[in-house]
């Protein structure tokens, strides 16, 4: 990515720590120091300092201009998969920012449309995944995959994640870690009942890009949804589709990003 650095324009997203508000004020110097521009609402450039987390919250106050905007994650906890840079490195972020040194990567979104008995459709996008339950009672949702009925789901919820989202909860309900370059998404089951009445197929399934996966409600019931870490509550809806969105997400990366590397150090490495 090359442009003149006096016209980039960047903001900055801190978790409101006192580590994270220091580090937020002196990048801000920084950067301004090198004659960039701060813009809080249409920046070019967002640097999330605090966990992934944070750059979640970044990402959906800039979901409307995705194809504007790149992100990169300062980490002022745990090594994060989306916040990758320490605070010790801080300057030289800053520098290889003010010189243009770093190339753009794009990585899949989730598209979700939420259909409701009035007629309406909400559209969201996910970072990392959507989830459904129903609070009160066991979730049932009839699952259609690309236009074909697959099975009725009785259970405790279900999780639709992207490829970058499959190491964050995908991960903890037993679903498949998925580079996050691979077009695809991935449904994950949440406590299926399996008997000899009910059958589900157990398994994480994976769609590719050209799929879509649509959930019906076979009863009428509350539910409730999250949207990364957005917490929806639905009464009167009649479906939800998921498939991979046209858009993407875009990340400033500066130095190789060893994904299976990151993989192993947050799961299998000792400390």
């Given at each position: 990515m090359k442009r003149s650095v006096n016209s980039l324009r960047f903001s900055i997203q801190?978790?409101?720590?006192?580590?994270?508000?220091?580090?937020?004020?002196?990048?801000?110097?920084?950067?301004?120091?090198?004659?960039?521009?701060?813009?809080?609402?249409?920046?070019?450039?967002?640097?999330?300092?605090?966990?992934?987390?944070?750059?979640?919250?970044?990402?959906?106050?800039?979901?409307?201009?995705?194809?504007?905007?790149?992100?990169?994650?300062?980490?002022t906890g745990h090594l994060g998969f989306y916040a990758d840079w320490k605070p010790s490195e801080l300057e030289k972020l800053v520098l290889s920012i003010a010189k243009n040194e770093f190339n753009i990567v794009e990585y899949p979104l989730l598209e979700v449309n939420v259909h409701t008995q009035s007629m309406e459709t909400a559209r969201y996008l996910a970072l990392n995944e959507a989830t459904v339950k129903s609070p009160d009672v066991t979730l049932v949702m009839d699952i259609e995959l690309n236009g074909t009925p697959f099975e009725r789901f009785r259970g405790d919820g279900l999780c639709i994640s992207t490829p970058s989202g499959s190491t964050a909860y995908n991960k903890a309900l037993g679903g498949a870690i998925i580079h996050p370059s691979i077009p695809a998404l991935q449904l994950?089951?949440?406590?299926?009942?399996?008997?000899?009445?009910?059958?589900?197929?157990?398994?994480?399934?994976?769609?590719?890009?050209?799929?879509?996966?649509?959930?019906?409600?076979?009863?009428?019931?509350?539910?409730?949804?999250?949207?990364?870490?957005?917490?929806?509550?639905?009464?009167?809806?009649?479906?939800?589709?998921?498939?991979?969105?046209?858009?993407?997400?875009?990340?400033?990366?500066?130095?190789?990003?060893?994904?299976?590397?990151?993989?192993?150090?947050?799961?299998?490495?000792?400390?």
């Open positions: 801190s978790r409101r720590d006192s580590q994270s508000n220091e580090l937020m004020e002196l990048a801000k110097t920084y950067l301004t120091d090198f004659g960039l521009i701060l813009d809080e609402e249409e920046p070019e450039f967002v640097i999330s300092i605090g966990g992934d987390g944070t750059l979640l919250h970044a990402f959906h106050r800039h979901s409307h201009r995705l194809d504007q905007v790149a992100f990169v994650g300062i980490h994950t089951e949440m406590a299926s009942i399996n008997n000899r009445v009910f059958r589900t197929v157990g398994s994480p399934l994976v769609l590719p890009a050209h799929h879509r996966c649509i959930l019906r409600p076979v009863t009428e019931q509350k539910f409730t949804m999250t949207i990364d870490h957005k917490h929806l509550i639905q009464n009167d809806l009649t479906s939800i589709t998921f498939n991979v969105a046209s858009e993407k997400v875009r990340f400033a990366r500066f130095r190789p990003f060893p994904f299976w590397e990151r993989v192993h150090d947050s799961f299998v490495a000792n400390e």
